[in-house]
């Protein structure tokens, strides 16, 4: 099946300092998703993309669909507190969504 | 704005059990899809239904079918229930037939099989 690789699996930073993680895939997407997950919560949709190449932004959050459509990254500037979480990534296709294994995100104030 | 819902959001049952949940699309919202997430796991995709219609299945185990309904809800039918089957379920909804695909997640029903 198609096999999304989320890295890194887990990031511990500090109050104010900029994320980045990232989603790659031997497979072609049409469309990423990136979600946000709280501990015992469902999974919160974050931002949305379509297009190749197409860079969105949702306040702190930018994310983008890469040229190839085989990847896509996602950076959060700023971090607060309430960012900590899992950042789970997920690609579309064939009335199908697949999931990374998530990035967690631990952030000390 | 309303969310997904689903009920119950937490089931205790013991081995060889039968469990039922339930889910509540977005209104207007035609794609019912179950997750399963295990601890530290990703949700593993189980089912969908477009329009009352099965669309694709995932790891579903022959002991668990579910359906869509008239008025869109979905139930996930859970038989012969195994201590492995402890997990978090989670139902999402989208809006099919469309160019865009935002699949949106409730808040999970947490079962434990004891």
């Known amino acids: 099946g198609q096999q999304l690789n989320q890295s890194p699996q887990s990031m511990f930073i500090q109050e104010g300092e900029d994320v980045s993680m990232n989603c790659t895939s031997s497979?072609?997407?049409?469309?990423w998703l990136w979600y946000k997950q709280d501990p015992g919560e469902g999974p919160v949709l974050l931002i949305a993309?379509?297009?190749?190449?197409e860079l969105t932004s949702n306040g702190r959050l930018t994310a983008q669909f890469g040229i190839t459509r085989k990847d896509s990254f996602l950076n959060i500037s700023a971090s607060i507190p309430s960012d900590v979480g899992i950042y789970f990534c997920?690609?579309?296709?064939?009335?199908?969504?697949?999931f990374g294994s998530g990035t967690k995100l631990n952030v000390k104030p | 704005a309303a969310g997904v819902i689903q009920s119950p959001r937490h089931l205790i049952k013991e081995k060889r059990e039968t469990a039922t949940l339930k889910c509540y699309p977005i209104?207007?919202?035609?794609?019912v899809y179950w997750y399963q997430q295990g601890p530290g796991q990703d949700p593993q995709f189980l089912i969908s239904?477009?329009?009352?219609?099965?669309?694709d299945k995932g790891s579903i185990p022959d002991r668990f079918s579910a359906q869509q309904f008239s008025d869109y809800h979905s139930e996930l039918n859970m038989s012969s229930l195994e201590l492995g089957d402890s997990a978090l379920y989670f139902c999402?909804?989208?809006?099919?037939?469309?160019?865009?695909?935002?699949?949106?997640f409730g808040p999970g029903t947490r079962l434990t099989v004891t």
């Open positions: 999402a909804s989208s809006l099919g037939g469309q160019a865009t695909y935002e699949q949106y």
């Open positions: 497979s072609i997407f049409n469309t």
């Open positions: 993309l379509y297009k190749a190449g």
């Open positions: 997920a690609g579309y296709n064939f009335n199908k969504f697949y």
């Open positions: 209104p207007r919202h035609d794609t």
């Open positions: 239904f477009y329009e009352k219609m099965q669309s």
